[in-house]
């Protein structure tokens, strides 16, 4: 199995549903998506900056004599130090997966981009360049949520909402941008689309190039596109069978683990998209049978 990337970051700000999108990439086989990590990368991107003004002929072309206070920028060099990045950065991220051969696709989520947008020197396009350097062949996934959902989720509904507001929207368009200059490694998508299934969702695996769950009645992954329009063709002779329900029965999609935002409810999906009832009937997660969480479950949060 080959996918399109070798790393894939999931790019957003905090209440965004980013866990959601997380637990569901880690379905994929062959792909793990850890989560936070306090940023700790743009650490790495201020010392990389750091070596660039270092190594710049301003320096570096003075400082071959020992007595320069210089001496010796000249002989920094900067593949050495992203080559040790790459290799630290990915050690530290599969940590108990390392060495794993079936892993053909790391990368983590990260919700710490406000700050570093708004209070850093450095641009996020900068940064997200950087990352690039340090991650072979990465995807970026930016997600974003419906505003007014965001304002009243977690800490944000105690923070003054013109203020996040244009924070939250500021980064968005950085977001934007960022897609729009980059189109061959980016993908943008809500949790809206998300949790309806739209067509963007689908989109989205065939972005990644990633296949999700098997099937309970035959052997093999099946590509979640496929999957789409298949369940949707079925679903026209199903009927509105438990609709509203989930799929409370032996036959669904599990994912492992539990998400930390307590459930709310989901509008009704539009026409195009699939109800969690059609996604999960007769399908079970491609990693293992553990007890979890169902899909229809996670997209209620």
Known sequence: MSLNFESILIITYGRSGSTLLQGMLNEIEGVIIRGENSNFIAGLYEAYRNLEIATSPEYAQKSNAPTHPWYGAGLLDLDVFLTHCQNMVR???LADRQGDDSIICYGF??????????????SLAGYLDFLAKIFPNVG???????LDDVLKSGWWATTNPADTSEK???????????????PNNTFLISHEDI?????????LFLFIGGRIWRSRSRSGSVDFPQ??????????????RGRGT???GNNRAVYPGALPCAPTPVGEASANALTPELLTSDLTTSKNDAPGISFAEMTRS
């Open 246 to 248: 989930g799929d409370r």
């Open 195 to 203: 949790v309806q299934k739209s067509d963007k969702l689908r989109d």
């Open 227 to 240: 999957l789409l329009k298949s369940k949707r063709r079925s679903g026209n002779r199903q009927g509105e």
């Open 168 to 182: 939250i929207l500021g980064l968005e368009q950085a977001f934007k941008l960022y897609v729009q200059n980059n």
């Open 91 to 93: 050690e530290l991220l």
């Open 109 to 122: 989520k990260e919700i710490r981009y406000l700050d570093f947008y708004f209070k850093s020197e450095y």
């Open 140 to 146: 970026f996934i930016f997600n974003v949520r419906n």
